[in-house]
């Protein structure tokens, strides 16, 4: 019996499947829970906070806000949310989660003067269909520069990988550039990745050239996993992210039953 395809392709769906079709099983396909590590919820709470900052004007026009007003306001969503609950965090780990999470956002101060950013999107959602593929993609902040060019900001709350491993960090980059094509008819000038643990600024342009390398390997991943779901085959592929996957139990890998995975998981 074949396996459903997944509802749409993502910058995360496809970097899974990339790394690990197994692990894109599980996730995407069966949509398997994933235990949420502190580091996971820390970016989704820096981003949370950029994101009032950049929704108001009134804030962005006060770099100090972001700390002083931003932080505040967006603590009770992140302490009410699913995901930090499952951390059961104590008290002690709960004021170094919120200290963490201000080093970063202090970081980000160090890397772009608000003043001068002309936020005209953020927490974009974009869909479109490309050649029968349904994509999907959500760019953190979308800017306009002196010029009227389309600047894409994404934020990582991790450090900068090794420049060996810089180009394969594109490949969301180019996902977003091929979305603004398809919805907007254009390409950004400019991408850059901000990775706020090392205060570190990737830029990035998408060209034409690059963009039509980049549709054929969406093309062909597309395929894989349609190929994939048919056959119900989904390899796995060991690598340091295995110290970290919530399937490990059930990864034949490591001895276990990919089988007794939705039962355990889903009851
Ligand atoms: S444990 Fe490793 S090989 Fe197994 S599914 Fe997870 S990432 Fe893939």
Same mark, same amino acid.
């Given at each position: 019996? %074949?396996? !459903? =395809? ?18 894109? /099983? +599980?996730? $995407? ?15 989704? &709470?820096?981003? #949370?906070? #950029? ?43 709960? *004021? ?17 003067? !608000?003043?001068?950013?002309? $936020?005209?999107?953020?927490? #974009?959602?974009?869909?479109?269909? &490309?050649?029968?593929? !349904? ?5 953190? /902040? ?32 180019? &996902? ?7 919805? #907007?008819? /254009? ?5 850059? =990745? ?18 039509? %390398? +980049? ?16 056959? *119900?085959? +989904?390899? !796995?592929?060991?690598? /340091? ?7 490990? *139990?059930?990864?034949? $890998? ?6 007794? $995975? ?6």
């Amino acid at each position: 019996m %074949a396996l !459903p =395809l997944p509802s749409t392709l993502t910058p995360t769906k496809m970097a899974a499947y990339t790394d690990c079709p197994l692990q894109f /099983r +599980f996730s $995407a396909v069966e949509k398997l829970p994933q235990m949420p590590s502190v580091a996971m919820v820390k970016g989704s &709470f820096v981003h #949370l906070v #950029l994101e009032k900052f950049y929704s108001n004007n009134e804030f962005s026009d006060e770099p100090s806000t972001l700390l002083r007003e931003c932080m505040p306001l967006a603590k009770p969503e992140i302490i009410e949310n699913s995901e930090f609950l499952s951390l059961k965090l104590n008290e002690s780990e709960v *004021e170094d989660f919120f200290r963490g999470s201000e080093v970063l956002l202090q970081n980000y101060l160090c890397m772009e003067d !608000p003043a001068k950013v002309k $936020a005209i999107g953020v927490e #974009l959602q974009l869909e479109n269909d &490309f050649e029968g593929i !349904p994509l999907r993609g959500i760019i953190d /902040r979308l800017d306009e520069d002196q010029d009227g060019e389309i600047v894409i900001i994404d934020y990582k709350t991790g450090k900068a990988p090794p420049s060996a491993y810089v180009e394969s960090r594109l490949n969301g980059v180019k &996902f977003y550039g091929l979305l603004l094509e398809l919805n #907007l008819g /254009r390409l950004p000038k400019r991408i850059s =990745l901000l990775y706020l643990g090392d205060k570190v600024t990737v830029d990035s342009s998408v060209t034409n050239q690059s963009l039509n %390398a +980049f549709k054929a390997k969406v093309k062909a991943i597309w395929k894989a996993i349609e190929r994939a779901c048919d056959t *119900e085959d +989904f390899r !796995p592929v060991t690598s /340091r992210r295995c110290n970290w996957c919530s399937y490990q *139990e059930f990864c034949p $890998a490591f001895g276990g039953d990919p089988e007794k $995975a939705r039962l355990a998981l889903l009851g």
